[in-house]
């Protein structure tokens, strides 16, 4: 007798509760002169909630601690131009880095991991104390980008030659720039010149790999992003983790038992996507409607499908779930659920009023199912 999946006996909120407690915070580091715009920035990159003013915990004198679900910045206080502050500025920040390090140097989890150094074009110069502190944190080999912030305040000519000035003194270092108006108009003439999503590739490219979910998942808005992490690294995991539960080939009939990985799989998916707040709406769809569609598939629809896809499949009732086959199956289901949260997503951000049963039901669950697994095919 087949081993049946029993989607009331999973502990979706134990499960969705392991994936979140999985996922290695990366630690941001922003500095700057006073008034140049950070926290314009982070909200712009992670939402308002992150950097709300007065919301951080003073971690030194001059440092704030914003904590994310995964992800921490760190806002330096910044400094006046001109003033004392400037020293003391250069001691907060290149002392800081260092305890972090001292402390725990096996702590990796607890050391900066780089660094977003904000300059206000509008002041058109650079520091002394800016072109001293980037040079003492990239010595401490933490990966450190500079944004030139407010280019609305400053022609193109002289912002060329603050760009000039810092290619010249730092030539390997990361540039971009930076803008953030209400005004459609002068968003549309800025649109060169703000380098937000090379800013967010840059950041999530030289973190480690076990620290980018955490960047991922903490974007707001970014969806194409998080649907290539998800193509890229999520699914690839789960469709291992099935064929490793296929190594030894099961009968089709048992082929519930791949369902506990899929699961996983896919509250992984909507935790990427940052649908946290929908999976209790998204478990019982999940359970009612999805799941219980892709068990009658994998026990009729799909088996012929896979028996084209797949030599020696066969076709026979007593067909035989080998690592290739769980791994096709967990494949579509994997790039279904990405695409449902993807159109999901999309819609929310185009200020759609949607409707969850319409995204997440049977009829866009089987269309959608159907196109993936023409994909896998296709691919095979």
């Known amino acids: 007798m087949g081993v049946e999946f029993k989607a009331d006996a999973f502990d979706y909120e134990a499960e969705y509760e392991k994936i979140k407690n999985q996922v290695v915070k990366p630690n941001i580091l922003l500095c700057g002169a006073t008034g140049v715009g950070k926290s314009s920035l982070v909200n712009d990159v992670f939402g308002e909630n992150l950097a709300a003013v007065g919301a951080g915990e003073p971690v030194t004198r001059g440092t704030h601690r914003y904590e994310g679900e995964t992800i921490t910045i760190y806002d330096s206080e910044g400094y ?5 502050r400037q020293a003391h500025y250069r001691e907060e920040i290149i002392g800081w880095i260092d305890r972090q390090r001292r402390e725990d140097p096996e702590a990796v989890e607890d050391q900066i991991h780089e660094v977003w150094y904000c300059i206000s074009a509008a002041n058109k110069r650079i520091t002394d104390t800016d072109f001293m502190l980037i040079r003492e944190i990239q010595e401490k080999k933490v990966p450190v980008a500079l944004v030139f912030t407010q280019v609305d ?17 730092f030539s390997a270092m990361a540039l971009f720039t930076y803008a953030v108006t209400a005004d459609e108009r002068v968003q549309t003439l800025l649109k060169p010149y703000i380098q ?18 955490g960047l991922i998942i903490a974007l707001k808005g970014c969806i194409e992003k998080k649907r290539d992490h998800v193509t890229q690294r999520v699914i690839p995991k789960y469709t291992v983790a099935v064929a490793g539960v296929g190594a030894s080939p099961i009968p089709f009939s048992d082929a519930m038992v791949l369902m506990p990985v899929q699961m996983a799989m896919t509250l992984h998916i909507f935790n990427v996507y940052g649908l946290s707040k929908l999976k209790g709406t998204a478990a019982s769809l999940l359970e009612t409607q999805i799941l219980g569609q892709l068990g009658k598939v994998m026990a009729g629809t799909l088996v012929g499908n896979l028996t084209k896809l797949l030599p020696g499949f066969g076709t026979a009732a007593g067909m035989i779930i080998n690592a290739g086959v769980a791994s096709a199956i967990t494949l579509t289901l994997g790039l279904t659920v990405s695409t449902l949260c993807f159109n999901y997503s999309q819609a929310v951000l185009a200020g759609i009023s949607v409707d969850v049963d319409e995204f997440f039901g049977t009829d866009a669950f089987n269309d959608i199912f159907d196109v993936a697994m023409r994909r896998v095919k296709n691919n095979g």
């Not at 305040?153 to 003194?169: D, H, I, K, S």
């Not at 937000?196 to 979910?213: H, S, T």
Request: aromatic share 4%; charged share 40%.
């Open 153 to 169: 305040g400053v022609e193109a000519e002289e912002l060329e030659a603050l760009q000039q000035t810092a290619r010249e003194e």
């Open 196 to 213: 937000k999503e090379a800013l967010i590739d840059w950041a999530i490219g030289v973190l480690p790999e076990y620290l980018r979910e």
């Open 80 to 84: 006046e131009i001109g003033s004392d």
